[in-house]
């Protein structure tokens, strides 16, 4: 077992601290980045079952060594292994270094010379060398092998600068990028420090030169970006200005060129540009402008300038929106947290620009958040692809990973999870025997969880809900008709699949949070309430103070609504945008049926229905959104005419090649720009969160019954 000097360091660190220490506080320390931390924790690991003592780990606090009182001092003696293990390097530690060098050489590397450095042998160096190639795969580069030639890295210029800033967002962390700054200026690298590596990529570049002119330049667009934008656009720069002194340029795809010229930030970059030009006496092309310009596009804001974002801006919305459909998801109600709104808008304003530009995000917080906001995570996702569908590039994980950030926090300010039981009434023929096997078979899967308010045989129905019990569910071995509360029908041994099912109705129930201030949500009746306590008042005078409340509030939300120029569902849909179909379909003919709603419509052109067939054939099946739905759309320059929506119902189910397969509703969207089309889609979000909402559209007869369903759907959920 190779182990190197650094694991042994952290060890001793840990042994150092009495409480529990965050991998965040371990990657400072050591100045690498998170990612390494773990790589050698995992190695720790392997030391401590050999030393007797154990790494203990607590989410949200960290790790902590645990052992008897010896054992500290018996591994500090083993002072010799340590040092003779100090030059080895960890698999991914070999294959960032080679990378590294990869990029660093014109010429090609010799194997045997990589060989000898790292001192490892041929057969390890092919290994890592087939690792190496993937990961370039990835990102559009390849890897040149030849005999008696070496390797080299091949690919677009574009590519190879995307690749080296990928590579570095993996070797450190983002408080790391702009002490590495520091660095730079200083020359004061460890050893082995990867910084070491890629300060060799940009040589004497003068790192002040550039800092002055960014801090002038980020004065002049009038907002402060995030220290990791900062940094990372310094060493963009510094990269580009070393790759154009060695005749290396980037192009940029006409067409995306001309789109970039139109952006106000081109300006400004264009601007900086002259100003690196006269300092570092070189000739900066158009092109290079333009991949400044999309740093500047995708960067994180820190402030926003009151005249930067209007109450009804696009961004603003795009937000508003976002936050109904997660209010509605978890029913809850956020739309009135401003520090959410804000923050969502800055986020948002970067965003779009990322999406439409398809540029790189990277999220190392993405796995974290997918664990810790498992739920938020999944109505992020869909709340993302619902406002981002009339953008022709998918938005990434990583960036729907910061947008549940967002709304995660937000939640955590203003509601607690509720963790009521579920209160369940088991029902059978006779009231005993089955339901007793019933009863003691939830007990001992669901515990706690659940709880049987009572064991009744079905004709005692009617007289125990005249207790007016709260009762969340019924559970029964009978079949049995009940319109105001969900029934459960089930196998009185209850099945693995009947337990699964039970699971997912436990499951949604850990949807509904409570508002910790709940006070601030005034409706009419809490109102009305209060008024009771002071006056008696008849029905008639309740009824009519309850409208003149109810008008007051919707005036609200109907001037709102105008100053958004955004219409809701009853606005696009009609029996003319609704088709129903028994026939056996593929994906394509599907999106043509429901094309052909919108082409008679004169909402789009034929080539509409062309494109939005051409995107999921280049980017799979990312536009069916949940199990059953599908949300077919292009880009806006693709042939819309107006905006307008069509709905096809396939009863035989249509196969995407999607997880969420068969898709039996599939929606086509023609959007004319990125806000009209918002208010509907996000009535539509409300419907689908229904968990009966499929079966019923495949259960409607006609067209006339799919229409009502929908629109009383919608009205219910007002």
């Known amino acids: 077992m190779i182990i190197k000097k650094r694991v042994y360091d952290i060890i001793e660190f840990l042994f150092d601290k009495e409480e529990y220490t965050t991998i965040k506080e371990i990657s400072e320390h050591f100045k690498i980045s998170m990612r390494t931390v773990r790589y050698d924790i995992e190695k720790a690991e392997e030391l401590a079952k050999k030393y007797d003592f154990k790494i203990y780990s607590k989410p949200g606090s960290g790790i902590k060594i645990i052992s008897e009182n010896d054992t500290k001092e018996k591994f500090l003696n083993r002072k010799e292994e340590k040092e003779e293990d100090t030059l080895y390097f960890s698999k991914e530690d070999r294959k960032q270094i080679i990378l590294f060098k990869l990029f660093q050489s014109s010429e090609p590397i010799n194997i045997s010379d990589l060989e000898e450095e790292l001192l490892i042998s041929s057969f390890t160096i092919k290994k890592d060398l087939k690792e190496i190639e993937k990961w370039l795969n990835k990102r559009n580069l390849k890897l040149i092998r030849r005999r008696n030639f070496g390797i080299k890295i091949k690919g677009k210029e574009v590519d190879i600068r995307h690749g080296i800033t990928s590579l570095l967002d993996e070797t450190s962390s983002e408080g790391d990028l702009l002490s590495f700054l520091n660095k730079i200026q200083s020359k004061k690298f460890d050893e082995n420090n990867f910084f070491n590596e890629f300060d060799k990529l940009i040589g004497n570049i003068d790192m002040f030169k550039i800092e002055k002119n960014i801090k002038k330049m980020q004065k002049d667009l009038n907002f402060k970006m995030v220290d990791s934008d900062y940094a990372a656009l310094m060493i963009h720069i510094a990269l580009a200005i070393m790759r154009i002194k060695e005749g290396k340029d980037i192009i940029i795809d006409e067409n995306q060129l001309k789109n970039l010229i139109k952006e106000k930030e081109f300006n400004i970059a264009r601007i900086l540009a002259k100003n690196l030009e006269y300092d570092f006496n070189i000739n900066i092309p158009e092109s290079e402008i333009g991949f400044i310009t999309f740093h500047l596009l995708g960067s994180k804001k820190r402030e926003i300038k009151k005249t930067y974002i209007s109450d009804y801006d696009n961004t603003r919305i795009m937000a508003e929106q976002m936050c109904k459909i997660i209010d509605d998801y978890f029913k809850i109600d956020l739309i009135n947290d401003q520090e959410l709104i804000n923050g969502l808008s800055l986020h948002l304003d970067a965003a779009i620009n990322r999406v439409k530009y398809n540029l790189p995000l990277n999220n190392p917080l993405l796995d974290e958040i997918k664990t810790k906001y498992e739920e938020i995570y999944k109505a992020s996702e869909i709340a993302s692809k619902v406002i981002f569908t009339n953008f022709e590039n998918e938005i990434a994980d990583d960036e729907i990973g910061y947008i549940a950030l967002h709304f995660g926090a937000a939640i955590e300010r203003n509601y607690t999870y509720n963790f009521d039981k579920l209160k369940v009434l088991l029902v059978c023929s006779s009231g005993i025997g089955t339901t007793n096997i019933l009863k003691s078979r939830i007990k001992n899967i669901f515990g706690e969880d659940i709880e049987v308010l009572d064991t009744i045989s079905y004709v005692d129905i009617p007289n125990y809900f005249l207790k007016d019990v ?76 309850k409208k003149d409340i109810d008008n007051e509030i919707n005036k609200k939300k109907i001037l709102k609504n105008e100053k958004n120029l955004n219409f809701g569902l009853e606005h696009y849909i009609s029996l003319d945008t609704i088709k129903i179909t028994n026939k056996i379909l593929s994906w394509e003919q599907s999106i043509k049926y429901a094309g052909e709603i919108l082409l008679k419509n004169d909402k789009i052109n034929k080539e509409y229905i062309q494109k939005s067939i051409d995107i999921i054939k280049e980017k799979g099946p990312y536009s069916v959104i949940s199990p059953g739905i599908a949300l077919i759309h292009a880009s806006p320059q693709d042939g819309v005419l107006e905006t307008g929506f069509s709905f096809l119902i396939s009863r035989q189910g249509v196969k995407f090649n999607s997880k969420y397969d068969p898709v039996y509703f599939l929606i086509m969207l023609a959007a004319k720009d990125k806000i009209s089309h918002l208010e509907a889609l996000g009535d539509l979000i409300k419907s689908m969160n229904d968990d009966d909402f499929i079966k019923k559209l495949l259960n409607s007869k006609n067209k006339n019954d799919v229409y009502n369903y929908i629109m009383r759907h919608k009205n219910d959920l007002l």
Do not use: A, G, M, Q
């Not at 029934?487 to 041994?493: A, D, G, Q, S, T």
């Not at 699971?503 to 201030?517: A, D, F, H, S």
């Not at 006070?519 to 006056?535: A, G, R």
């Open 470 to 545: 709260d009762i969340d569910l019924i559970i029964t071995t009978i079949s049995i008709e009940e319109e105001n509360i969900k029934i459960l029908k089930v196998n009185p041994l209850l099945p693995e699949k009947e337990i699964i099912e039970i699971k997912n109705i436990l499951n949604k129930r850990k949807r509904v949070l409570k508002n910790k201030n709940d006070f601030n949500k005034i409706d009419s009746k809490k109102i009305i309430n209060i008024i009771k306590k002071y006056f008696n008042i008849d029905k008639d005078l309740e009824k009519n103070i």
